[in-house]
């Protein structure tokens, strides 16, 4: 399912480098997985945190589309929101929940009840499959994408997040007054080229 968001990011060439400030010229959005959440809320961090630090939104158990919406500036792209929803609903954005920072330019999506008994019941196994993601060959084009988490019969989706570093707000995702997901946000809809908001 992220096959299509690689092959939108292998267009990009970087060159010439888009003008400080220039506004997205398209935004679109691509399925990059399903994943299941067993316990009762999803959790969003930096990709290399453990879940104690993610900001958590309480959801329904089910399977969560998890999607990404990428803008592109012409010769670069950048992933604006990671999105994870109930499948059949088109949700609205509701109230914002949290905060997270992010030091390695990627952040996390998952089921934070499951992800924390992992943790809590073998630390060597949860720090040999941290390892291993963290350590995993750089691949540009991997803007997107799956990690299993076997030991937990679960897995985490992680994205780059919009210019890198930073602080990225959690919002509710909603439909007809229910909860049934939630968001990340890294870019603003018309947020120009490495354009930070204040």
Partial sequence: MAEEL????SQFTY???????????E????????????????????????????????????????????FSYGTDGRIARLMAYLPGVTPIRGKAVGE??????????????????FMDSDEAAWEGWIDEYTMREYDELDRAGLYPCPGA?????YCSTGFGDG?????ELVRDGLVVGAEAVFLTPDQGYFEYDD
Wanted: net charge negative; glycine share 6%.
């Fill in 27 to 70: 935004r679109r959005q691509f399925k990059v997985a399903d994943l299941p959440i067993r316990g009762a809320c999803l959790g969003f961090c930096d990709a290399w945190a453990t879940p104690n630090d993610a900001v958590t939104v309480d959801v329904p158990a089910g399977t969560y589309e998890v999607h990404v919406e990428a």
């Fill in 167 to 171: 602080s990225y707000q959690v919002f």
């Fill in 153 to 157: 019969d679960t897995a985490m989706v």
């Fill in 6 to 9: 690689r092959n939108y990011v």
């Fill in 15 to 25: 060159s010439p480098q888009p003008e400080d400030g220039a506004p997205p010229l």
């Fill in 100 to 117: 997270f920072g992010v030091d390695v330019a990627t952040a996390a999506v998952f089921d934070v009840e499951v992800l924390e008994r």
